[in-house]
């Protein structure tokens, strides 16, 4: 059985930090790529970032603008997603994602096979 736990959520400030993680287990870890999405209320699903299984391409979402940081831990299955100088623009689910399409391909959520249930991020003002 695969799952993908989220944890690290929760209510900041702007201006503060967060650090999501996800743990994943069933699944061949070291031959997935990994990527973080997020969906505010009344919003469509967005990319965040991904990272590809070897862990030396990563790819972020133009709109973040260097604030976050994607990373992984394959001989501990858990991928990362550093957040900094969060804005309330970034309250939303975040969901983490497991999949192993081509690189090209690394944004596109239907191309990710797992999913975890997400972790809420709450930015006040």
């Known amino acids: 059985q695969v799952q993908l736990i989220e944890s690290g959520g929760g209510l900041v400030q702007a201006g503060g930090s967060l650090r999501l993680s996800c743990t994943t287990s069933?699944?061949?870890?070291?031959?997935?790529?990994l990527a973080w999405f997020r969906q505010a209320p009344g919003k469509e699903r967005e990319f965040v970032a991904a990272?590809?299984?070897?862990?030396?391409?990563?790819i972020y979402a133009d709109s973040l603008k260097g604030r976050f940081t994607i990373s992984r831990d394959n001989a501990k299955t858990t991928v990362f997603l550093q957040m900094n100088s969060l804005e309330p623009e970034d309250t939303a689910v975040y969901y983490c994602a497991a999949g192993i399409q081509v690189a090209s391909a690394v944004r596109d959520s239907s191309m990710y096979r797992y999913w975890g249930q997400g972790t809420q991020v709450t930015v006040s003002s």
């Open positions: 069933g699944v061949t870890f070291s031959s997935h790529n």
């Open positions: 990272i590809r299984k070897s862990g030396g391409y990563l």
